[in-house]
């Protein structure tokens, strides 16, 4: 597997829209997912998508938040839409094996194996 490596993030206003995208190549087979984090926090998982293109969300995100991946060109996205202030974190693509996105654990930290440096999204009113 190569590094994962995100881009796209920065500022912008409430209510505005970004999309991340994150250089997968090696991961076609693995659950991804973008989960983020602030100052004091543990990662909290955000979006995740298996092999197949099935997704989940966390209840915060869901209808906001598009997760995709292209396999082809591996790369895995997160469009956000309707940003909110709450929505501010460093955001981390994230790989791990492909159970854990049947058992819904991407979404935890201690259940991720690779990880990229992260994007940071600021979100201002």
């Known amino acids: 597997q190569g590094q994962l490596v995100e881009s796209g993030g920065g500022s912008v206003p409430a209510g505005g829209s970004l999309r991340l995208s994150c250089a997968v190549s090696?991961?076609?087979?693995?659950?991804m997912g973008w989960l983020r984090q602030n100052p004091g926090k543990e990662r909290e998982g955000v979006a995740g998508?298996?092999?197949?293109?099935?997704?989940a969300y966390a209840n915060s995100v869901k209808g906001r938040f598009t997760i995709s991946r292209d396999n082809v060109r591996n790369i895995l996205y997160l469009q956000m839409n309707s940003l909110k202030l709450e929505d501010t974190a460093m955001y981390y693509c994230?790989?791990?094996?492909?159970?854990?996105?049947?058992?819904?654990?991407?979404?935890?930290?201690?259940?991720?194996?690779?990880w990229g440096r992260g994007t940071q999204v600021t979100v201002s009113s």
């Open positions: 994230a790989a791990t094996n492909a159970y854990a996105c049947l058992r819904g654990s991407w979404q935890y930290e201690r259940s991720i194996r690779y």
């Open positions: 090696g991961y076609s087979d693995y659950c």
């Open positions: 998508i298996d092999s197949d293109g099935g997704t």
